[in-house]
């Protein structure tokens, strides 16, 4: 399968920090890049998408592509509780083992 | 539109006995998944299929693993005989340009 490479984490930040989650993906042929946050026992939901080099922005989140580097991050600013999760990364339908977040109160 | 629509939502079975997971896609998605995720090895694509047709199958763990799509509404994943490595949640995700949909998952348990 095509690996996808994630941060393990896990990720503390307190509430309102800037939260940074990373991917890195083998497959150079791939064109599509989301991030997807799944709540535990619950199944993963899609939260952004990108697909050219540069940023991407979606009210609190950003996603930024390199492809050069083969490389896709999301920002999450103004963290709240409410994205204490694990977000996944993919590369087409190819995922990362994903990154568990807490955000502290 | 309901969702994917996944059942069993909860299986539990004993070593060497059939189980079999459904799913309904979104209507008008073309394309199916079905995913496996456990804690060691995260969220793994076993097969999929695009207008019903299977496309790649090589996540398929082995020849126990088996998926069918008769038709744009359905699929179905067996596993004969069930094994207690085979435990995990099972998910199934449509798609519809370029994004997927998930299913609430199917947890199986094999004693």
């Known amino acids: 399968q095509k690996e996808v490479e994630q941060n393990s984490g896990p990720l503390s930040v307190p509430e309102g920090a800037i939260a940074s989650l990373n991917c890195t993906y083998s497959d150079r042929g791939s064109q599509s890049f989301f991030w997807y946050r799944q709540y535990s026992g619950k199944s993963p939901e899609l939260i952004m998408s990108i697909y050219s080099n540069g940023d991407k922005e979606d009210g609190r989140f950003t996603a930024q592509l390199n492809k050069a580097s083969q490389y896709v991050s999301l920002l999450i600013r103004d963290s709240q509780p409410s994205d204490s999760a694990t977000y996944l990364c993919?590369?087409?339908?190819?995922f990362g083992t994903g990154t568990s977040l807490t955000v502290i109160p | 539109d309901a969702g994917v629509i996944q059942s069993p939502r909860h299986e539990v079975t004993e070593m060497g006995q059939e189980v079999t997971l459904r799913c309904k896609p979104i209507?008008?998605?073309?394309?199916l998944f079905w995913y496996r995720q456990t804690m060691m090895r995260g969220l793994e694509l076993l097969i999929y299929?695009?207008?019903?047709?299977?496309?790649?199958d090589s996540g398929m763990p082995e020849d126990r693993f088996s998926a069918k799509m008769p038709n744009a509404s359905f699929s179905t994943l067996k596993i004969q005989p069930s094994e207690p490595r085979d435990s995990a949640v099972y998910f199934c995700?449509?798609?519809?340009?370029?994004?997927?949909?998930f299913g609430p998952g199917t947890r199986l348990t094999v004693l």
């Open positions: 209507s008008g998605h073309n394309s």
């Open positions: 993919a590369a087409s339908f190819y």
């Open positions: 995700a449509s798609r519809w340009r370029g994004e997927q949909f």
């Open positions: 299929f695009n207008n019903n047709v299977p496309i790649d």
